[in-house]
């Protein structure tokens, strides 16, 4: 199976699923699952592309191949996320 994400060409057949975070002008952020071209065994990939002259480019990357590392970036994640939910909200046009 080889879902359409900009990762090297040989790492395409082995990649399992994937789901876009963001996607706006010439940035794309997304989470793959893998199975490791080398020995099988499955990993987790955060990825961010920059389009550069309509090519798209690898700029960051973030591997997480173990559950108990999930579960401490899940934890921390969440623990934070509070911060940025204030953010999130729309902001009131009416005057006080």
Not at 18 to 34: K, Y
Not at 72 to 92: I, R, V, W, Y
């Amino acid at each position: 199976m080889s879902l359409q994400f900009p990762v090297a060409k040989m790492l395409q057949p082995h990649v399992t699923d994937g789901r876009t975070i963001s996607r706006t002008g010439r940035w794309w952020g997304a989470v793959l699952a893998i199975n490791s071209p080398r020995d099988g065994k499955p990993y987790l990939g955060i990825y961010k592309w920059e389009n550069v002259a309509g090519e798209w480019k690898k700029r960051q990357y973030f591997k997480i191949n173990k559950a108990k590392h999930l579960d401490m970036l899940m934890e921390s994640l969440n623990t934070f996320a509070d911060t940025l939910t204030s953010n999130d909200e729309p902001k009131s046009t009416d005057a006080v």
